[in-house]
């Protein structure tokens, strides 16, 4: 049997290519490629599906191959629901995208979630208004901190603070706040990282992630981390992110929220962790009017000791 070398030279650059980006040293430029990864699992199929009509064995089984090489990669276990949790909270997150002008949508997006504690990313001084106006009544406890940017950011709850403060972690605003649950409480962390648009902002954004695997540890307090981490699962900084603070994701490599077209979006950027004194019930993803993201609702809670 004859074997066409263009088919051997298709096998070999296949298998080549995916092997470099699925085990490159985490640099900027295969950081950026490996992000559209799984994707690219769904062209390689599309490729062997070519491969079996042109009778290109040795094509058709080099993409299957990569294909795996692709999906056992890029999958990192996210955290099982508990079936039942006492004093649950419902978090929600909205990455608003700044420029969008579809306020009163987004508003009315955010109350159909009814979750008590909300996440709101990409706040300037325009947005800071209308939300505060749109939801204060419903959630009359609120700490915002409006940018121009693209890195302003909210918190707003129906239950009261019994601290919240803004962090500086390497130039950028996020939020630590401690609400009640039950007998119990709460320490949220709500973030947005650096895009990792240039070296300079890859390295900045891997900076902010070392930072906040250290304000996991740094209390005793079930903790819940929420936000636009400008990361995907198998980037080694969120692995690094998860493994040195012993947080748990709670939304998986399938859940993706950018860029969002309608009901679908490509890859998973936006992330709850759960330390381990937390759990969680139930996880949905939401349409964000006007925006590139799509939103996350969670519904979590300390366990019982």
């Not at 099982?80 to 004093?87: G, I, K, N, R, V």
């Not at 987004?106 to 990409?122: D, G, H, K, P, W």
């Not at 130039?171 to 709460?186: D, H, K, N, Y």
Request: include cysteine; aromatic fraction near 6%; glycine fraction near 6%.
């Amino acid at each position: 049997m004859h074997t066409d070398h263009r088919e051997l030279q298709l096998a070999a650059v296949l298998l080549a290519v995916t092997c470099v980006l699925a085990f490159a040293p985490d640099a900027y430029l295969p950081m950026l490629v490996r992000s559209g990864m799984r994707i690219g699992a769904w062209a390689l199929l599309l490729v062997s599906l070519w491969c079996l009509w042109r009778r290109w064995w040795w094509g058709m089984g080099s993409s299957n191959l990569a294909a795996v090489i692709i999906l056992v990669h890029t999958q990192v276990p996210a955290l099982a629901p508990t079936t039942h949790l006492e004093h649950g909270l419902r978090v929600a997150h909205f990455n608003v995208l700044q420029p969008n002008r579809q306020r009163s949508e987004v508003i009315e997006a955010i109350r159909a979630t009814n979750a008590e504690l909300v996440s709101v990313q990409e706040v300037d001084e325009v947005w800071a208004a209308a939300l505060i106006d749109g939801l204060g009544k419903a959630y009359p406890f609120h700490h915002v901190v409006p940018r121009s940017d693209c890195y302003g950011i909210a918190l707003f709850s129906r239950r009261p603070f019994q601290q919240v403060t803004t962090v500086e972690v390497q130039g950028t605003p996020f939020i630590e706040a401690v609400v009640p649950a039950g007998e119990q409480r709460v320490r949220l962390l709500v973030v947005h990282a650096t895009s990792p648009t240039s070296l300079r902002h890859h390295q900045r954004r891997n900076a902010q992630l070392r930072e906040l695997s250290m304000l996991l540890t740094d209390s005793p307090l079930p903790t819940v981390l929420v936000g636009d981490l400008n990361t995907v699962h198998w980037d080694e900084a969120f692995r690094a992110l998860c493994v040195g603070s012993g947080s748990r994701p709670v939304v998986p490599p399938s859940a993706r929220t950018w860029p969002a077209m309608g009901p679908f979006a490509l890859i998973p950027l936006d992330h709850v962790l759960l330390s381990p004194g937390m759990g969680y019930s139930a996880l949905a993803l939401c349409d964000i009017p006007g925006s590139d993201h799509r939103g996350l609702v969670a519904d979590i809670s300390p366990l019982t000791p």
